[in-house]
């Protein structure tokens, strides 16, 4: 069966016009990745109009070449100009930097471009077989279930996205009512359009994505003058070769490194919210704590470019995985795949890989065939680079909105869209300002109509509420959306309160008994498992006699 | 009296926006079929939202306006509203220009209005030295012509013709 999609999709995707559209999609992704100031998600956003004349596959065949270009693109920026391409590749400069400039620009890159390549194939092999398993547990969910990981996916984003929580919550909380406006899904009653005619059909999803995330990146990257007429890099040469041969060799010795950072990554990307900006700044925290010479990190050795690097091209495999899994986007170029997917007609969900097998896998080969593409092309991407960081801000910018303006009205055909993308490029630039973090709003807009379809089907079931807390999985995901809620303040005491010295065992034990409720012999011992870890963290912390460590503190 | 800083001005408006918000939700009209009413999924955002915006409220009061986190820094902005408008010059031109745009798309059309739109922002926002209006000028032909025939003839969207030269 398994062999049989697999083979149906390479069908679908074996066309020379898409294996084309994919190899532009991956060089386009590199080179967006490298722009610093340029996101990955800003680049996915775009592509997206580009898209709707296309067969389903081919478009998401397209989109996932520039997710994974975007992904290695930036390694490029961070290691020849020490300024990280995209937030995910921060933690590349800490090491990639210094090689370079130590005169071994040709091996950082070689390592960075390997890693992220092991990085992507252990992600997409992950992809390929634990999201299948995933949807089958995302079977058992009831409306309530979902309702409650809906909750859960907006507070960790939240809590995971800016430093104030209550900010973080606030946004997702006008993106649920964003969705609110124009007629209802369930019974199509006109909502909160003031009696303006065209606000009946709502805001378009993509124009207000595009609008939230380019429009205002755009206006924040030109708002001082000088800035804006810089070239994106001063350097008006650069003469690397990749050393292929001798970064597999470093690879290879630290093997250790890629696997534990690639898994990493993939478990940063199932979680909602946190995406790769967290996880490589994780991974290189790992390989720096458990490394024989964690002296050594900052100064260019090879770990510190394996560990951000592999870890931030696993994360999408990770996203890519709940989200087809189960329909929650793992972040916000997983949720505007999720809105291609929307655009194509097609609802993700549990029962998605089960219902469209082809699209789905059609979905897995390319993110592991555009592993392959972005390991061709990232050599003839350095030289375009070069030109491409020659153009200065306040140019790219113009072009690029542009491009919004046409690419926003090509989705429905409709002026009121290009209106959606001003207004809420002003309202992103406003709360960008104001620190109000975007990915909660995304997230709110496009779970918003889910949250609320479910809430209407518990409500059809029964006007009880009590299966909100009964029914294991709504209480599991109560449970860690309320720890994940209070993490930001936990976080901010620890080692200087007591009650902190509790956090973790109480969450474990708290976890757990949804888990045991759930019954079967994996999820008890998991249930188990879970509990005794906070057992043993508890006693831990009474025998050293609750002492307060600060953090960072041995 | 404290002067009131950013974030507990954002709170009160915020605060001010739901309340408008929820009295609106009184005129959606609920249906006889259905269970859930239309109004409520509205409702329990708007009052979570009037929950976190009084949170957010005596959070910021209770900060010293010194210690005030809203905004990105600003200590290079010149004072008073010249220097606001100063210091904001570059988003605020561009918004205008886009606005101007979008008022003349059904006139210009997006080929013609997304060339103009384009080369007069590079313009404004890049100086207009002659031979950077010559550059400003061949790039937006090369990439909005580009792109429009992407979508025209790739694509078969049909964008906007606008009055003024209809045969494209």
């Known amino acids: ?227 804006a007429r810089k070239s994106l890099s001063e350097r008006s040469t650069m003469h ?25 990554g993939v478990f940063t990307g199932i979680l909602p919210g946190a995406g790769g900006s967290i996880a490589n700044i994780l991974a290189y ?18 770990e510190g470019i394996i560990a951000p690097e592999s870890s931030n091209n696993a994360v999408e495999g990770g996203a890519l995985m709940t989200m087809m899994a189960l329909g929650i986007p793992g972040d916000v170029t997983a949720a505007v795949m999720l809105g291609a997917l929307l655009v194509h007609d097609v609802v993700p969900s549990p029962s998605f890989i089960a219902e469209e097998p082809v699209l789905a896998y059609s979905i897995f080969i390319a993110f592991f065939v555009a592993t392959f593409m972005m390991l061709g092309l990232q050599s003839l991407m350095l030289r375009v680079f070069v030109l491409v960081t020659r153009i200065r801000m306040y140019m790219l910018a113009a072009i690029i909105l542009g491009f919004c303006g046409i690419g926003v009205y090509a989705i429905n055909n409709v002026e009121l869209d290009l209106w959606t993308l001003l ?37 059809a079931i029964t006007d009880d509420l009590l299966p909100f807390v009964t029914r294991p999985w709504a209480l599991f995901f109560l449970i860690i959306a309320l720890f994940s809620a209070g993490f930001p303040v936990y976080q901010a005491h620890m080692g ?45 912390r009474a025998t050293s006699g609750w002492r307060l460590h600060p953090p960072g503190a041995a | 009296m404290r002067r009131l800083n950013q974030d507990a001005v954002i709170a009160i408006l915020l605060l001010v926006a739901s309340g408008i918000l929820f009295w609106s939700t009184f005129s959606i ?47 290079d902005r010149p004072p008073g509203f010249a220097g606001w408008v100063v210091y904001w010059k570059n988003p605020i031109i561009c ?12 006139i210009l059309g997006s080929l013609i209005g997304g060339v103009l739109f384009v080369f007069s922002l590079m313009s404004a926002l890049g100086g207009l030295a002659p031979r950077d209006i010559a550059l400003h000028a061949m790039m937006a032909l090369i990439t909005i012509g580009g792109m429009w025939t992407i979508f025209t003839y790739g694509l078969g969207v049909i964008l906007p013709t606008g009055v003024i030269f209809s045969p494209f």
């Open chain 1, 1 to 227: 069966m398994i062999i049989d999609n697999i083979l149906a999709a390479v069908h679908e995707l074996a066309t020379i016009h898409t294996v084309l559209l994919m190899m532009v999609g991956v060089a386009g992704g590199l080179i967006a990745g490298a722009i610093p100031g340029f996101t990955i998600a800003m680049a996915v956003v775009l592509t997206l109009p580009f898209t709707f004349g296309m067969p389903p596959a081919q478009g998401l065949a397209t989109m996932v070449s520039v997710l994974v270009g975007g992904l290695s693109g930036g390694l490029m920026a961070g290691i020849l100009t020490g300024i990280p391409g995209t937030p995910s590749s921060v933690a590349t400069t800490f090491d990639g930097f210094p090689m370079a400039r130590a005169g071994k620009p040709g091996l950082a890159l070689g390592i960075g471009v390997w890693s992220s390549f092991f990085g992507g194939i252990i992600s997409a092999v992950l992809l390929m077989t634990l999201a299948p398993q995933l949807a089958r547990i995302g079977l058992e969910f009831q409306p309530w279930d979902y309702f409650m990981l809906v909750m859960f996916a907006l507070t960790i984003t939240a809590s995971l996205a800016g430093k104030n929580l209550v900010k973080g919550l606030i946004a997702g909380a006008v993106g649920l009512l964003v969705r609110t406006v124009g007629e209802d899904e369930a019974v199509g009653m006109a909502r909160l359009d003031f009696g303006i005619d065209s606000l009946l059909q709502g805001f378009d999803f993509i124009a207000v994505l595009i609008g939230l995330f380019a429009f205002s990146q755009l206006l924040h990257d030109v708002r001082d003058p000088k800035a």
């Open chain 1, 240 to 264: 690397v070769r990749i050393e292929h041969l001798a970064a597999i060799r470093e690879i290879a010795k630290h093997w250790g490194v890629l696997i534990r950072s690639s898994l990493i």
């Open chain 1, 285 to 302: 925290d790992q390989a720096k704590k458990t490394s024989k010479r964690p002296e050594k990190f900052g100064t260019g050795i090879p």
């Open chain 1, 423 to 459: 207004w809420f490029g002003i309202l992103g630039f406003v709360m960008r300002h104001y620190g109000f973090p975007l990915a909660p709003m995304i997230l709110g807009v496009v779970l918003g109509n889910i949250a609320e379809l479910n809430l209407a089907r518990c409500m």
């Open chain 1, 496 to 540: 200087k309160k007591k009650w902190t010295l509790f956090y973790l065992p109480v969450a474990c034990f708290a976890a757990s008994v949804p888990l045991f409720m759930m019954g079967g012999v994996p999820r008890s011992m998991l249930a188990a498992a879970v509990f005794a870890y906070g057992a043993y963290t508890l006693w831990q």
């Open chain 2, 29 to 75: 009209r609920v249906p006889d079929y259905g269970v859930l009413s239309p109004s409520t999924w509205p409702r329990i955002i708007i009052l979570s939202l009037s929950v976190l915006s009084i949170i957010y409220l005596l959070q910021s009061l209770k900060e010293s306006e010194s210690e005030s986190n809203a905004g990105q820094s600003v200590a």
């Open chain 2, 95 to 106: 918004f205008s220009l886009f606005f101007l745009f979008l008022l003349t798309l059904p």
